[in-house]
Structure formats: structure tokens, C-alpha cells
């Protein structure tokens, strides 16, 4: 039988999975593509805590509906994405490189040149669905810095572990680890 976490989070429930990601931990899954009803539910939540900004960006992909949603609230019409790999359309890509502590091997985030002069000199909020270590925050951070973004805001639905005690973060509710 597989263990669940309860998470209450933006008025729903939702039993998370505790699935074991390396022999000294475990964390609960928490997925959020596909489940609009939690999307249009916490994306008000963190739209009225974001700062006014230009531009609202995230990685690919588990984070484009919430920017969707939060970029629709804000009245923003276009989001920035970072791709996990240069695309054929991409010109002169920015690139990071960020090890998850989902994906656990080395990733390469890319910013197409295009998104990349819209935020020349622009405020951004970067946003995620979970904050846990924090290196794909950072590498989203770099790649914006690399383009001549303002970083004005991080913000993300869940903290996991450790990233709950940030004081530069914004979260609607903490996400406990859980270590074997």
C-alpha cells in the first residue's frame, strides 16, 4: 500500500503520493498540470501577493498553467518560459544549466533570444509550483539577470522542507520532507 500526505492548500484537499527519490528520501508528489480546479484556486492567492510586474516567468513545464492563470489575473498578456533544451525556432538562447531535486541529473534551461530582450530592463516575478532546494529558482534567476530582468519577486504554491524557513519567497503552504 502506498503512503499518501494530506496537503490543504487554497480551500482543497489533495493526497499527495510519498514517493521515495533516493535511499534517504522520500517527498510527496505534487503535481499540478492537469488539476485546474487547484490552479484557479491558488493563483488568486499568489496573485495578490506578487508585486506589480512586467513579466511573470517559470521553467518548462510543471509551472506554465499557474503563470498562465496568475499572468490572466494580473493582466499581463504574454509569460516568459525556460525551455528544457534549445528549440530549433530559439535565436541566440540564453542557457543554465540546474540539478532538481526531482530530475536529479544535470538540465540545461533556455531562453529564447526573443523572451530574452522583452525582459531587458523589465520586473519579474519567477514562479514556480513547488520551491525545495531552490536551484531551478536560481537558474531562472540567472537566465532573467543574464537578460537584463529585475528579480522583484519569487513566489511558488508549495515550500518543500527547508525552502519553508526563506524569508525571500512567497508560498501559500509548506511541504514537509521526508527522510528514510
Known amino acids: 500500500m502506498e503512503n499518501y500526505y494530506t ?11 510519498v514517493i521515495k527519490i533516493s535511499d534517504s528520501l522520500a517527498i510527496a508528489s505534487f503535481v499540478i ?7 484557479v484556486k ?10 506589480e510586474v512586467d513579466y511573470i516567468m517559470t521553467a518548462e513545464a510543471k509551472g506554465i498553467p499557474l503563470v498562465h492563470e ?7 498578456p ?15 538562447p540564453l542557457t543554465d544549466e540546474v540539478v532538481s ?37 536560481l537558474a531562472i534567476e540567472r537566465l532573467a539577470e543574464k ?4 528579480i522583484c519577486a519569487k513566489a511558488a504554491i508549495l515550500a518543500e522542507g527547508d525552502a519553508a524557513k526563506r ?11 521526508f527522510p528514510l
Open 7 to 17: 496537503l490543504e492548500v487554497a480551500g482543497l484537499t489533495r493526497n499527495l503520493p
Open 33 to 39: 498540470l492537469g488539476d485546474c480546479e487547484l490552479v
Open 42 to 51: 491558488a493563483a488568486p492567492l499568489l496573485a495578490e501577493r506578487l508585486p
Open 70 to 76: 496568475l499572468s490572466r489575473l494580473k493582466g499581463l
Open 78 to 92: 504574454y509569460y516568459i518560459v525556460a525551455r528544457k533544451s534549445i528549440k530549433p525556432y530559439m535565436e541566440e
Open 101 to 137: 531535486i526531482t530530475t536529479q541529473k544535470k538540465q540545461t534551461l533556455c531562453l529564447d533570444g526573443k523572451d530574452a530582450m522583452l525582459l531587458k530592463g523589465k520586473k519579474v516575478a519567477i514562479v514556480d509550483d513547488v520551491i525545495s532546494t531552490g536551484e531551478s529558482l
Open 147 to 150: 537578460a537584463g530582468a529585475e
Open 167 to 177: 524569508k525571500d519567497i512567497i508560498f501559500l503552504k509548506e511541504l514537509p520532507l
